[in-house]
């Protein structure tokens, strides 16, 4: 890796090596179903380009064909300078609200679209299935048949499942056999908490609900001693851990002040965190380089929610303009999110 | 105002002139009534110096009788170097979950217990009143009969009235009454969003809970913005606004990213963050340092909890650690608190 080249950032790393763990897909038509239910998901063509995702009759977001076609993201991942992306389900198709039998069939039909993806990629996609969290052994089912498909990395999971945090005992089952089978886990915020606070037009959901519930969903691995009880899981969480990084402090704060927290909690807040990944998706510089002192360099790395409209356009100059150390930024573009991979080579 | 000597940094500024906007008060006794509300507060002794804070019949929280004692808490600012305190209700006493003429007497007998302190405290404290927010006509009622007694400089008022976030089109009405009055608004966290995406022992409400829903609270003022419409009103956010430090640049991304976004703000969330107040309360060099940043030298200010287990126990210390300058530390420490409070004298 050469040292970066701060006029061109960039094309500044040596290779085209970044990963991009954040990234998502919707296929470009779901299978048809007699009597489907309420959230059965379709796309109807707008343009050449684009499509309306409808979740059941309700428009859901309108998306470009870039959220299914391998050819339309190799060139996005070469122009930002990205050579592997994970293609993980776009959240509201996780379906956990959904009829399990329909949800596990939509989920598997999504997963085996992933799989034909990573197929067309010729190397430079890595996927994180989905899986129907409302039935647990269902669930495991298919992480275990996804892990033996070529090109799956682990799993994508929503912040709270049906309105079950992340870190809540009820998930142990579905974790311990993810470290069993060395599967990442990435969490994604979806249906989030807060949504009844928010004053505004819809995005507002989105902009302030996703990293209030991921936030959560943080924190609660951490109060439940997650990473403590599986030790060898890789978990990560999307857009930078949201809220997370501003109530740790407080975290802290109450784990030495109140009894209860210091008995229920092993480690403590700020030692659990260094545990956690996080991607890279914040926006914001100083936010960044918080996110590296809290979850430390070794677990910070890009999330760019690709190819939706909001997302991170340029995630390498980010880092580049975050951090002037070479071998820091090769950690934060590639190196952790491979880590985290469980990925043996880096670069495709 | 003397250089402050890093050795001693608890004594180091010249007078004892620290001021804290965010402590809380809970009456030694609460009046008796026939047919109470299933939340009407009480408190049972303990031990000579402690009561148990009963709401119903439920415990809610083990106090000591600073809650109540002028010479305690006279004490306490003289050994943190506070010079000026500020009294509101513990926000459990809100009630707004109360039905209406219940919650009106109690929250009158509440701000006449502050009003005694305020006369007790000879000069060294300034009190911020309940109001009965679930009915408009009422609060401003109360608001105006407060105003015009010796030592209120404003309200204390919840992240959410019963779900309603405070910068909700609903509490227009209130805020104009508040501007007109030159009244301060204290905005403090309580019965927070997010509630069931915690995992573990009851004080995780306070602990994560309540920088969630106060953060919330501030992003609904700036998503509706609430300060273009009462450009007068001064408004603070309890707990440095908690998780709103890392809803930020996200929201500025919005701003920048939907049109939706674009058209419904007229100024960016940033321009408008430095509008907003917030106190200190957040146990971190930091994350404090990042306030300054978000809010501006002029909108930070000390608050503590005072006298509640979970709070800040070296407010003047945490500034002097964070700041090195003189005069910033003065804004930080006492010069922005007078100004959002509206007091002409800042040393009593």
Redesign the interface.
């Known amino acids: 890796l050469q040292k970066s080249d701060t006029r061109s950032p960039q094309r500044a790393v040596g290779c085209r090596c970044g990963i991009d763990v954040h990234s998502h897909v919707v296929p470009s038509r779901f299978p048809g179903r007699d009597d489907p239910p309420d959230a059965w998901p379709s796309v109807h063509s707008v343009d050449a380009c684009h499509g309306q995702v409808m979740i059941g009759s309700r428009p859901y977001r309108l998306v470009s064909d870039a959220c299914w076609l391998a050819s339309r993201r190799l060139e996005a991942m070469d122009a930002a300078g990205i050579g592997l992306q994970v293609l993980s389900p776009m959240p509201e198709l996780f379906s956990y609200w959904m009829e399990t039998a329909a949800a596990d069939d939509l989920i598997r039909y999504t997963n085996d679209v992933l799989a034909a993806l990573v197929q067309e990629g010729a190397g430079r996609f890595r996927a994180l299935a989905g899986v129907p969290l409302q039935d647990l052994d269902r669930a495991i089912a298919e992480l275990t048949r996804v892990m033996a498909l070529p090109g799956f990395a682990g799993v994508e999971i929503g912040s709270?499942i049906n309105?079950i945090?992340v870190?809540?005992?009820h998930l142990f089952p579905f974790f311990a056999e993810a470290e069993r089978l060395g599967a990442a886990v990435f969490v994604h915020a979806v249906r989030p908490?807060?949504s009844?606070?928010?004053?505004?037009?819809?995005?507002?959901q989105?902009?302030?609900g996703y990293?209030?519930?991921i936030?959560?969903?943080a924190?609660?691995a951490i109060?439940?001693n997650l990473l403590s009880r599986f030790p060898s899981l890789r978990l990560a969480f999307s857009?930078g851990g949201?809220?997370?990084?501003?109530?740790l402090?407080?975290?802290?704060?109450?784990y030495a002040?109140?009894p209860?927290?210091r008995d229920?909690?092993g480690e403590s807040p700020s030692q659990q965190a260094r545990r956690l990944f996080v991607d890279s998706l914040?926006?914001?510089r100083?936010?960044l380089r918080?996110l590296v002192?809290i979850f430390g360099e070794d677990h910070v790395m890009i999330g760019t929610d690709y190819p939706f409209?909001?997302r991170e356009e340029a995630p390498m100059r980010r880092i580049e303009e975050a951090f002037e150390e070479a071998r820091l930024r090769d950690r934060l573009t590639r190196l952790n999110a491979a880590a985290f991979l469980g990925l043996n080579e880096i670069c495709p």
């Open positions: 709270n309105g945090p870190g809540h005992s908490a807060g009844e606070r928010l004053v505004g037009p819809a995005p507002l989105q902009v302030l990293p209030t519930d936030g959560l969903a924190a609660s109060t439940n857009h949201g809220t997370f990084a501003a109530l402090p407080r975290l802290e704060q109450g002040t109140f209860a927290l229920s909690l914040v926006f914001d100083d936010m918080q002192q409209n909001f």
